[in-house]
């Protein structure tokens, strides 16, 4: 019984003893991040060294488009709405009809003032010639100094009246004139603010018009990388909507810095031939932020597992250990930026047959 008893003890003891070397060099399929020694011959492929390089740093600041032209179009008399000939989106010309009111009222002042220019100007004529006759009668002596001043202060209150129901008269008909409110510039209507039926009061927008020619981005940037930049420089700008990167160049730089937000507004002009651009869609501008250094490997060589991501990293003797590292943006050449898990210098693996197996730097084939 006593033997029995040592015999269980001692093979319970060696059970927790090949349990724990089997969680130690890992068992089955769960492997455990760190170094693995390989006890079958390796696939074939190479081992890379992790490149390290120099670039221009950038910074991005998100901001909108805009149009360095835009106006509000609105009526210069109170008049009721007759028509609106565009709908936001229209694209218009400069001098087109945009909004037609109604002038009736406006046509009748004009023919009111038409008949008091004629009447002036008949009374305009009659003291002409009286003035004439009394200046004739002063040279024959017959007629007097007096009727002379008089006819001439006649002709002189004829002419002035004659003058002012004429200004009258291109009052009206300009008034008259503001009855087809027309474009100011060309470009795209963006917003339709008015119905026919509506009245139009002096000052309040009817349309609102841009023009799509002279798109700019619109972003602020932060003080200590504005004050950094320039009018004309070249700075890249991408519209996520359109899922396009575009060249644009700073068009102008606000001389003054938020105070909350430590910020400049900075406007990037864009090129005025991608249709596709709209005022008021979201863009990011790439602001130079000096120089950085980061580590590149092939993104082949990353293995992701769930949300994890490891990299077999190569010894000095060829022996293999998988490493939990940390990406970040890609690179040129099918490469990866790592953030963290690796230094310089080091060699990862990358298996025969992927897209980026290839000789690099430091790199020689492991078999």
Sequence with gaps: MIRFARWGRDLALAGLVLGGACLAVGCGEGEVPGRVALEEPAAPGRALAVEEVSEPAVEWSSGQLASARHTAVSSRVLARIEEVRVRAGSRVAEGDVLVVLETGDLTARVGGAEQALRSAQARLALARSEHARAEQLFREGVGT?????????????????????????????????????????????????????????????LLRIYDPS????????????????????????????????????????????????????????????????????????????????????????VERIGQLQFVDVVGAEGERARRLVTTGETAEGERVEVLSGLRAGERVWLAAGDPAEAPGPGGGAIR
């Design 145 to 205: 100094r007096q009727r002379l001043d008089q006819t001439t202060a006649e002709l002189r209150a004829a002419e002035a009246s004659a003058n002012e129901v004429g200004e009258s008269l291109s009052e009206a008909r300009t008034t008259r004139a503001f009855g087809e409110i027309r474009a100011p510039v060309s470009g795209r209507v963006v917003d339709r603010l008015a119905e026919p039926g509506d009245t139009a009061v002096p000052g309040e927008p």
């Design 214 to 301: 002279v798109l700019r981005v619109e972003a602020p940037v932060r003080e200590s990388l504005a004050v950094a930049l320039g009018v004309g420089q070249s700075v890249r700008v991408q519209v996520p909507a359109l899922d396009a990167t575009l060249q644009g160049e700073i068009d102008e730089l606000v001389p003054f810095a938020e105070p909350g937000a430590r910020s400049m507004l900075v406007k990037v002009r864009l090129p005025a031939s991608d249709e596709r651009l709209f005022a008021g869609m979201y863009a990011r501008v790439a602001v130079p932020a000096g120089e950085r250094r980061r580590l590149l490997v092939p993104a082949a060589a």
